[in-house]
Every structure is written in C-alpha cells, then in structure tokens.
C-alpha cells in the first residue's frame, strides 16, 4: 500500500506541477477583444488570428491547444452546446511545459489521460465574462482528482489573480 501510495503521490505532484506552471505561464496581459465566432471550438482555435507567425506571438498563439482539440474530440464534448468559459493555454505555455525539468520533452511521450487532464482542467462549466472575472474569483473546472484511498472526487478550481489575468 505504501508503495502505491507513494507511486501515486508522485504522479499527483506531478500532475499538480503542470497545472501551475501552465496556469502560470499561459496568462495573457492584454485586454483584447474578440469578436464574437459562431464556428466550433476547432475552427476558432484554428483561425489565423490564434496562429504562431510573424505577427502573433507564442504567448498568444493557439495552435498547440487546438492539435490536442483536434486529437482528442472528447474535450470537444467536455465543452458541449452549454456556454462554458475555455481557459485557452497558449504555445508559450506548452513550449514552457516541455521545459520543465523531468516532463518529457516531447509531447507524444506525455500520457493521453495528463494531457486530457490538463484540458479538462482550462474549462469550467459556466460562461463567465471576461469583466466579471475579479481578483479571488474561485472557479471550479471539469477536473477532479480521486483519492486513491476513499475513491472520493475533489473537484479542482481555478483561482483568477488579483490583476484578472
């Protein structure tokens, strides 16, 4: 049992390792406005303005998240019809990630269930507009965690900064 729990432990740091840094690496500055898009999740992150080029940087590219939309349709479905807020993380994020001392460092080498995960972990289940998102808002995501013990689930929140980024 303890060394399950021990193997276990280290997984969840791990997993908990990756949430931060890329909550923390992921946060975009800018308080720019996008226009309203009527398309699915795919094509909006596949459009030209989220794409990595001369003129839109890493930080605000988004073609990493939308490969791993496009590789897993189950965060399609987690997204749904409902209105939902996306936590979009961008290249800079993943480019950091895969910086991370003992994550691997190429992406194909990363479980499919860390990287779903990880995304499950960037959408909560209401729509919240950007100026409602105050300092201390406490918002709870389509992540939780199982205690290997109790087989209890702990739903996983994202916390907004005090400067709303």
Aim: with cysteine; aromatic share 10%; hydrophobic share 40%.
């Amino acid at each position: 049992m303890t060394k399950k729990f021990l193997s276990f432990f280290k997984y969840m740091t791990l997993v908990s390792v990756v949430f931060f840094f890329v909550a923390i690496s992921g946060c975009d500055d800018d308080d720019d406005t996008i226009p309203p898009f009527s398309g699915t999740l795919l094509e909006l992150l596949s459009d030209d303005q989220f794409k990595e080029s001369a003129t839109v940087t890493d930080d605000k590219a988004l073609d990493s998240m939308a490969k791993y939309v496009n590789k897993y349709p189950a965060i399609q479905t987690l997204l749904g019809q409902d209105n939902k807020t996306l936590f979009a993380f961008s290249n800079k994020a993943f480019k950091n990630l895969l910086a991370t001392p003992g994550f691997p460092s190429n992406v194909n080498q990363i479980s499919d269930a860390l990287i779903q995960g990880v995304m499950a972990y960037h959408i909560a289940n209401t729509e919240i507009p950007r100026a409602e998102m105050t300092g201390g808002l406490i918002i709870p995501t389509n992540y939780s965690d199982t205690n290997p013990c109790t087989g209890a689930a702990t739903v996983q929140n994202i916390e907004v900064n005090s400067d709303a980024d």
